[in-house]
Structures are given as structure tokens and as C-alpha cells.
């Protein structure tokens, strides 16, 4: 969740706890006639033919549309955060932070594996996973390398040996690496991973 929409929550939730307080006060005092000026019952008299009027059930169809997207709104604004850009990097002190993209790190990674011709899609990410920071490396092949098994091992290893990298330069034990083979489906639609 954004620090935006946290402070919104806030002023929202005092707002309205302080709104039903105040009208839950003024029930009661009205209900155990305390203030004794007070009507026995409240009359609108423009309120009572609304639901007669032509325009009516538009002004609440667009009310409640408007209310829908707000709520949806509010929900999208809640979605936790699970992207990480930058670690400050071991080495940094009080007078200089020396800082990592964890982004750029994984677009690197995904670039240098797109360049394998037996790789047809590599998607990288830096994403928070469970409290912990991860770059994650997805790596779909070509159907073509399972029926030239010889070359996959080697593929595999490569691939492996990206992870390896990765962690060798980010060079923080906190982060992890995940680092995910699949393998086209005959119908180049959903991978199957290995």
C-alpha cells in the first residue's frame, strides 16, 4: 500500500468514526427526548416524491457507478507494493551510500540469456516474495532443445550459472535469486516449466 493512500485511510476512518459517534449520540439523545426542542419525527417534504420523478433512477444508477469505481479505486490503491528498486550495497557508510538497482539487475540478467538462440522469451524481475527481496528470472526455450537433449545440460548449467552471477554482484546475502527453465508448448501458448 502507498504511503498516499495509508494517510487517506486515516483521515477517512477518523472521519468517519467521528461522523457515526456523532450520530450515535444524537440518536440517543433524540430517542430519550433529552433536548426537549426536538421534533418527534423530521419531515422533507421534497424528499417524498423523489422516487416518482423521471430522472431519479439515473441520479442513483450514476451515484452508484461513481461509488463502484471509488471503491475499485480504493482497492487497486491497496495492492501491496511487491516491487524492490535499490539496496544499499555492503560497503556503504554514514557519509557515502553506495546503492544497487535491483530492477536493472534483472533486466541485465534477462539480457544476457536472451542472447542464447535456444532461448525464445526471458522475462526478469526484482519483486519482494514473502518479506524477502528476489530477482526473478524466467527462461522459456525453444521446444526444438528437448529433442537435442545434448545441448540442454549445457543450457541448464548456463542458466544456472546466471544465478550465479547475480548474486555475485549484488553481493548481499538477503537476496535471493530464483531462476525458473520452461520449455514451449507445442502450441507456443503456456510454457511448461522443468
Known sequence: MTRT???????????????????????????????????????????????DRSWWPWVVGVGGALLVLLALRWLISHVPLRRVKEITVQGSNSHNSITADLGAVAEGASAALDDLDEVSRVR???????????????????????????????????????????RAVVGDPSVATRTRIAVESAKHDEPRTL
Do not use: F
Not at 526473478?136 to 545440460?153: H, Q
Open 5 to 51: 493512500a495509508t494517510v487517506i485511510d486515516r483521515v477517512a476512518t477518523c472521519i468517519a468514526g467521528l461522523l457515526a459517534l456523532a450520530l450515535g449520540v444524537a440518536a440517543i439523545l433524540w430517542n430519550l427526548d433529552v433536548i426537549k426542542d426536538l421534533p418527534a419525527r423530521i419531515d422533507i417534504p421534497w424528499a417524498e416524491d423523489l422516487g
Open 124 to 166: 526478469g524481475k526484482a519483486l519482494v516474495d514473502r518479506g524477502v527481496r528476489t530477482i526473478d528470472v524466467r527462461v522459456t526455450l525453444r521446444r526444438s532443445v528437448v529433442s537435442g537433449s545434448e545441448t540442454l545440460p549445457e543450457l541448464v548449467s548456463r542458466v544456472a550459472n546466471t544465478g550465479d552471477q547475480i
